[in-house]
């Protein structure tokens, strides 16, 4: 089959490699390119399903005119400081962009000329060095739409004020500079990895014509493969900067060691005097299987990562593609130009006698080593790798700027971050999702809830949401707030009730009524004396002259006494006016107090359910625990534990004090009451005494008409004691009035009396349950500097209150269904500080969610921590499930080609053994030497898939060799075989080693530092692979498990023998 094939080739080598020419420049022309596709392709690394997109999505109902698709923070710097200038001038800036948004390409422009003066502050630095801006785009990071805007905003922003600086950072400007230097370095790398490779060519081939037709067969394969993973990117498959990195390293690298075999085997038959059609049917014969099956394993890794579930691994798929288009162009590109050039190939070298790879000596040297004394080399192997392999202690980073360290978007970044708290730039978004309403009393206080528990973790900087747009709470909504101002108001009320209450009661009252009654007698007894004065008119003559003057001093008292009657007849008016409203508005008082007691009463009603079932839910997980002790140890589960009994303890003491502010509540409802019955007493009796005040105004105003005229009759009782009967009888009747109005007076007096009593008993009652309520709310209102303050916002407000509404379409969707918290980490959110934190949180925020007055529905985050901790959760899944399915498929496609159970089994072995200690190293490297935090988190998954797609191609290499070495030399034992296949494959192995690692080394100039570590990790790996395990670890095993290599398909029955080589057994 390989002679056909070779003149197969032969035949049509103009017309393989025009076809070849064709097929390259067609597509250059009419296939899009991957540069372009990369560029500006979004690539969504996590599924539609994972929890971080979900809760994104939910976002984005939240100010839907609002939301943008990507976002850049622009920040002016000054270190001396920000200057009115720098201010005005920014601002003015922004004015622009902010006035022309469709022009700059623009959505959206945040900053804090713009915003309310409560929340300006949070534009400035502490030390008014830095002041920020959010500008948001209508494109996703890396559309050609938002490319364009970024580099307009760049000419915006252009020559700022003296001293001061404009940075532009964020998600979008980061990404940007992070594909634009990867792909910069994408270019590098090709030159570096192109220039590499011709030099280790021509060291190999020690030919000039070699090299070149080597890079040709690569280079076109290359130039291929990117337009077609170009077109597949079109159709679905994802691309990264990553893809077109791998697709020049391994292109060149595999494709290489693919052509060195060919090229290699080529001279070694052609140096033995076959012609070139012949040499390459030979040659094809020989390493064609190889080639294939080293390609297919390479292929098969890469291929299955189709299967992943993380997007940046899945985009490992397009170097698949360039597998088999490099291994098509090897097996017939290549051949078709050695079939044209002949023995020119090798050019200047004409004479190729003992061109061929000549026997290694270091594999001789370690071959016979491991051969001879395997349980020792094996032991010695392991006694100084295993050490070193567990020492790797998986330290990763997931910040994407230590990739890029020199970006302006991640100075920016440092600058940002160090004046604002790093968490400011990228904080994350809780997000509420339910189909209740939350723009309301109950969706507001559920919200609070929630933002408060989040606010009061330790690794929480700030958090702002509906109920506390400016990082802190809206005070006037709080409980403890409300209670408090009723308190002091209750306060002032209680005072003035005592005051009312000292000046009304039974002391004056029953003076006054003494002092009627006192009156009341005298009235009567003068009208008595007023009826004797008529049966002693006789003796009235003797005295008419001291009767004269004595009526003359009772006029002048009885005026003296009406003046006092009708001032006290008006103040009586007014007291019954006064008490008359005083009573209209207690009744007001206590129908309003009634309502209050009744909705104090449904609170207390409430928060004895809410206590009983929190008291249940601790139960209930106390007996949990007890039921399952092995899971109580864990910390997380003992914090539920403990955020539960806090919980229903917390909820015993609100119903406690909702319990006592009922009662007193009904206390004041029923002093209230009694305060309206008592001032309707007190009206009725104030009345009274107007009436009987204006009589006695009467009667004393009679006594004092009586007694001008007993002073006129005593003067002209001379004249006639005929004018003193009639006198007399006038005076009679005038004390009879007088007797009558003095003893009505003494009645409404009486009456009063009662009232009084009644209102100074209904007052300190009153006064007492004023106290009583002031004193519960005023131990609810000491919630406010420790323990839960509560949090409520009356319907009304939620309608009137204009900054509230502005806060609620900021964070609540319109139709009320979802919500957004926004948080802001202390840590940076890149780190695995933060990282390692969001449980606790995603745990506080569903249990306060859960607690809430609405929890029907679900949490959700969203935000640079909640993705790099889905990133991070989901790529451990998928380095495990992928590793398993690459592992397997190269295990099965090892046990097809070497006919054997037992051998693909340890070559496997090696593999992962070589992984774990060249990541031990590299961490040493990564954290030691460079002092990073850890490796990039990416790396371990594509170091150990290049590690074990190429390493195992080098064992395809060995393992075929001394395959073919059985076969062709029946006389030679299992061990005389290894080493011979040892020695003929090491510099080979060198070679193809040397050159994988070269172009994986050419990484270290793209100048991202995931990448960097990539190819170090290519380095170290293979050249531990080459020098120690292929070189000791394998052959120790073959020797050891001898005949049972190829268990169980074939046994190779050998007498076991000394090392002994081909050509020294036919020496013999």
Known sequence: MAERYAHFVARFKYGIIAVWILAVALAHVLLPQLNAIVAHKNTEFLPNSSSVVIASNWLKRVDPARQAGSSAVVAMYNPHGLTAADKAWFTQKLKQVADHKPAYGVKTVTAAYNQSKSVQNQFFSADRTVEIATIGFPGNDVS?????????????????????????TGDTPIENDNINISMDGASKTAGVTIALVLVILLVVFRSVVAPFLTLLSIGLSYLLTTNLVAVLANVGLPVSTFTDTFLIAIIFGAGTDYSIIVLNRFREEASRGLAPVDALARAMSGVAKTVVYSALTVFLSFATLYFARFGLFRSGVGVAVGL????????????????????????????????????????????????????????????????????FTDKRTFDPTSDIPTAPSVEGFHVVSKAFGPGKVLPMDVVIDTPDNLRTPEGLATIEQVSE???????????????????????????????????????????????????????????????????????????QAGGKLSQGAAQAQEGASKLAAGAQALSSGASRLTQANTQLASGAAQVAAGSQQVAQGADKLATSARSIASGQTALANGAAREAQAAQQLANAIAAWTKAHPAEASDPNWQQIVALAQGNAAGAQQTAKAASQLANGTSQWANGATSLAEGAGKVAAGASQLAAGSRGAASGAKGLSDGAAQVGQGASSLAQGLNQLSGGARQLQAGLGKWAAGAAQFSS????????????????????????????????????????????????????????????????????????????????????????QEMPRLETVAQAAFTAAPIHTGQVGFAGTTPTQYALNQLSNQDFVRMMALILGSIFLLLVVMLRSLIAPLYVIASLTGTYFVTMACLQFVAVDVMHKAGISWTVPFFALLLLVALGVDYSIFLMSRFDEELRRHPELNLRSAMLYAMRQMGNVIFSAAAIMAGTFGSMSVSGVTTLVEIGLSVIIGLALYALIVLALFVPACTAIVGEAHFWPFRRVPREEQELRLPEELAAE
């Open 144 to 168: 050609k739409a938002t490319d364009a805007s970024l580099n307009q905003l760049h000419q915006v922003f252009q020559q700022p004020p003296k001293d001061a600086q404009i940075l532009f």
């Open 453 to 527: 528990a989040i606010a009061k973790l330790p690794f929480v900087q700030q958090v702002q949401s509906a109920t506390r747009p400016t990082g802190s709470v809206i005070a006037e909504f709080e409980l403890a707030k409300q209670n408090q101002l009723a308190a002091n108001g209750l306060g002032k009320v209680q005072t003035g009730l005592n005051q009312v209450a000292s000046h009304v009661g039974t002391k004056s009252a029953q003076q006054a009524a003494n002092a009627a009654n006192t009156l009341s007698s005298g009235a009567s007894a003068l009208a």
């Open 748 to 835: 409404g007096l009486s009456n009063a009396g009662a009232g009084e009593n009644q209102l100074h008993s209904a007052l300190v009652k009153l006064s007492n349950g004023v106290g009583t309520v002031k004193t519960a709310l005023d131990e609810t209102a000491k919630a406010q500097t420790s323990g839960d303050p509560g949090f409520y916002v009356p319907a009304s407000a939620i309608s009137s209150n204009k900054s509230l509404r502005q806060a609620l379409d900021s964070y609540i969707s319109p139709d009320g269904h979802v919500a957004d918290i926004r948080v802001t980490l202390k840590s940076d959110p890149y780190s695995m500080t933060a990282i």
């Open 324 to 391: 088999a288009v490099t291994l098509f162009a090897c097996l017939t590109f290549l051949p078709a130009l050695m079939m044209v050039l002949g023995r020119y190939v090798f050019w200047p070298r004409r004479n190729l006698d003992g061109a061929s790879h000549k026997p290694s000596r270091i594999w001789d040297l370690t071959g016979r080593t491991a051969l001879r004394h395997p349980w020792w080399t094996l032991a010695g192997v392991l006694v100084v790798l295993t050490p070193i392999a567990l020492s």
